[in-house]
C-alpha cells in the first residue's frame, strides 16, 4: 500500500480561509520516496471544490501557517 502522499494546494488566505488541491501522488515509500503508485487525475481534480477550513482545525492552522510563511 501506500506509505505518503504529496500534494499541490490553491489557497485564498481571505476569510474565510478555503484550499483546494491541484495536484496529488501516493508513493510506495516513506516521505515521497521510492515509486509514485497512485496520481490523481485532472479530471477528478476538476470536480473538486474548495474546502473551507472550519475555526479552530488543525487544516485552518495548516492553512494559516502557509498564509503566513
Not at 4 to 22: A, E, F, I
Not at 27 to 42: D, S
Request: aromatic share 14%.
Amino acid at each position: 500500500g501506500d506509505l505518503s502522499s504529496k500534494g499541490l494546494y490553491q489557497t485564498d488566505c481571505k476569510v474565510p480561509l478555503k484550499s483546494k488541491r491541484l495536484a496529488g501522488f501516493f508513493y510506495n515509500g516513506p516521505m515521497g520516496t521510492n515509486e509514485v503508485t497512485t496520481t490523481l487525475t485532472a479530471e477528478f481534480l476538476k470536480k473538486k471544490s474548495y474546502q473551507y477550513a472550519s475555526p479552530g482545525s488543525g487544516y485552518e492552522l495548516v492553512i494559516k501557517f502557509a498564509c503566513n510563511y
